[in-house]
């Protein structure tokens, strides 16, 4: 690729996404117990003797205390949530099994028990497959999920080809005088450090789905674990203040 300062054309093949090594399933939040397991894990990497105890500066610490989290969740993942396809096939199988074994008589209390818990857990398994698909590729235009990839490389397209299109041709004079300047007050607001409530409000009218950065972390997961992980978060940005 050679670049003379002029528009180039970067051409770099299919533009199908690979599979990333993590990404936060927002799915599991739905799963009880597991914002107090986020918690714990991330509070657990601050204690001097474990395994994860950072030291440094404070972008540094946040970056190896999301890196020890993907860890922490991955095995998570794997040894207790499993694969929703396949704990869902098994309660059907199960399901099945019990309403072919009591029918034409009445339940006892232990079968009747367990067909609820069953019943209860495809209802959150496909509640929990829901959410997974949606997270997955699609794109919202206005009120409208497209979920057709030529339909959603067509509005890419439409969007930067607008956004780049020059609209005006205005430009502004040389002369200066008599240019709005902001007050002290604003000056000093736009210095001062960065406030807990503006990047909240931030985080919070983000799209829950969206991942801001490669590490795969969703803004679900920033609007969820907020209260634990605010410090981290404020003390890395406000290092670069």
């Known amino acids: 690729m050679i670049s003379d300062r002029r528009p180039i054309l970067l051409e770099s093949g299919d533009w199908d996404a690979t599979p990333s090594y993590f990404k936060?399933?927002?799915?599991?939040?739905?799963?009880?117990?597991?914002?107090?397991?986020?918690?714990?894990?991330?509070?657990?990497?601050?204690?001097?003797?474990?395994?994860y105890n950072f030291s440094g500066r404070a972008d540094f610490i946040l970056l190896q205390k999301l890196k020890s989290l993907n860890k922490d969740i991955t095995r998570w993942n794997k040894e207790e949530f499993g694969k929703v396809e396949t704990r869902k096939t098994r309660a059907l199988d199960e399901l099945m099994a019990l309403e072919q074994m009591t029918e034409g008589r009445q339940l006892?209390?232990?079968?009747?028990?367990?067909?609820?818990?069953?019943?209860?857990?495809?209802?959150?398994?496909?509640?929990?497959?829901?959410?997974?698909w949606r997270q997955k590729s699609r794109l919202l235009v206005g009120n409208e999920i497209i979920e057709d990839k030529e339909l959603i490389k067509a509005e890419i397209l439409d969007f930067y080809g607008k956004l780049y299109t020059e609209q005006e041709n205005w430009r502004p004079s040389k002369n200066f005088e008599g240019i709005a300047t902001i007050t002290t007050e604003e000056k000093n607001g736009l210095e001062a450090p960065f406030d807990e409530d503006e990047v909240l409000a931030a985080i919070q009218s983000s799209a829950p789905d969206k991942a801001p950065r490669p590490d795969g972390f969703t803004m679900a997961f920033y609007q969820h674990s907020w209260e634990f992980i605010k410090h981290n978060i404020l003390t890395a940005m406000n290092h670069y203040h």
């Open 108 to 132: 006892t209390l232990i079968e009747s028990n367990q067909m609820m818990r069953l019943r209860v857990e495809l209802q959150q398994l496909a509640k929990a497959e829901e959410i997974s």
């Open 24 to 51: 936060f399933e927002n799915m599991w939040l739905q799963s009880k117990g597991f914002v107090d397991k986020l918690k714990n894990w991330w509070q657990s990497y601050n204690m001097v003797g474990q395994s």
